[in-house]
């Protein structure tokens, strides 16, 4: 599976920015999805993640409320909708999928993107 993470850009906080990852490959449904980010300076960091059904989402709590997950099978893509963003969201946003939701929201991750710079201004 390779994994196509777009959608980043510069936003004013309090606006919205969507993401998208694009994987390929004939299994896309049968893994789990995710989103991590990592700020300058910090370690990466769980965001969200999708059931392979996408029946059960999970999120961080820092942006509990304010992100939505979701994906299309049909489509072999997962989005990650940001609204309300803070300053405090400023960070490269990585796509990444494991057959097993409970290793990749722990971060044990098959397959990564290449990231997507998100930068929030206050």
């Known amino acids: 599976v390779q994994l196509q993470a777009s959608g980043g850009g510069l936003v004013q906080a309090g606006g919205s920015l969507r993401l998208s990852c694009a994987a390929s490959?004939?299994?896309?449904?049968?893994?789990?999805m995710g989103w991590f980010r990592q700020a300058p300076g910090k370690e990466r960091e769980f965001v969200a993640a999708i059931s392979w059904s996408g029946n059960s989402q999970y999120y961080a709590d820092s942006v509990k409320g304010r992100f939505t997950i979701s994906r299309d099978n049909a489509e072999n893509t997962v989005y990650l909708q940001m609204n309300s963003l803070k300053p405090e969201d400023t960070a490269v946003y990585y796509c990444?999928?494991?057959?097993?939701?409970?290793?990749?929201?722990?971060?044990?991750?098959?397959?990564w993107g290449q990231g997507t710079q998100v930068t929030v201004s206050s």
């Open positions: 990444a999928a494991d057959r097993g939701l409970a290793q990749l929201r722990l971060g044990e991750c098959d397959y």
């Open positions: 490959g004939r299994t896309f449904s049968s893994y789990a």
